[in-house]
């Protein structure tokens, strides 16, 4: 499958959690933590559709993820607890979650991509979709999933 072709219908929000200190912190690009681009205008909440196609493989996903990002895959864990769908103009998009597995935050993996962690707390203007979504995150982590 074509990289960008997987990566038009899909979306991926990427953290880190210490589970020491309870710090959760999200990768943040720009205005979105949606990686590699925010949702489109018209994205609004959908349930799941019955074909899930191959577009749509959480692995197939994450590899694309990786080789967008140029990120070290034995650093990153797909979780598969997290599921969100939206639909745009008819498409879906499926909202994937991607754990850094490292002891600390790796800031320095998000630099090329212009990416920065930030908490929850960093996350005022963006966009209420996606504020929804990271709440999501929150809840799923926070909660012990």
């Given at each position: 499958?074509?990289?960008?072709?997987?990566?038009?219908?899909?979306?991926?929000?990427?953290?880190?959690?210490?589970?020491?200190?309870?710090?959760?912190?999200?990768?943040?690009?720009?205005d979105s933590v949606l990686a590699p681009a925010p949702l489109?205008?018209?994205?609004?909440?959908?349930?799941?559709?019955?074909?899930?196609?191959?577009?749509?493989?959480?692995?197939?996903?994450?590899?694309?993820?990786?080789?967008?990002?140029?990120?070290?895959?034995?650093?990153?864990?797909?979780?598969?607890?997290?599921?969100?769908?939206l639909s745009s103009d008819g498409d879906p998009i499926r909202i994937h979650l991607v754990r850094f597995t490292t002891?600390?935050?790796?800031?320095?993996?998000?630099?090329?991509?212009?990416?920065?962690?930030?908490?929850?707390?960093?996350?005022?203007?963006?966009?209420?979709?996606?504020?929804?979504?990271?709440?999501?995150?929150?809840?799923?982590?926070?909660?012990?999933?």
């Amino acid at each position: 499958m074509n990289t960008p072709n997987i990566l038009d219908h899909n979306r991926v929000i990427l953290c880190h959690f210490d589970s020491y200190s309870t710090a959760l912190v999200f990768a943040r690009y720009g205005d979105s933590v949606l990686a590699p681009a925010p949702l489109p205008e018209s994205a609004s909440a959908m349930t799941a559709p019955g074909d899930a196609t191959e577009q749509h493989k959480p692995g197939a996903v994450l590899d694309a993820f990786v080789a967008h990002n140029n990120l070290d895959p034995t650093k990153l864990k797909l979780d598969d607890g997290f599921q969100a769908w939206l639909s745009s103009d008819g498409d879906p998009i499926r909202i994937h979650l991607v754990r850094f597995t490292t002891l600390d935050a790796p800031h320095e993996a998000l630099a090329p991509s212009g990416g920065v962690f930030k908490p929850i707390s960093g996350m005022r203007g963006m966009p209420m979709t996606e504020l929804n979504l990271i709440r999501q995150v929150f809840d799923l982590i926070m909660g012990g999933g």
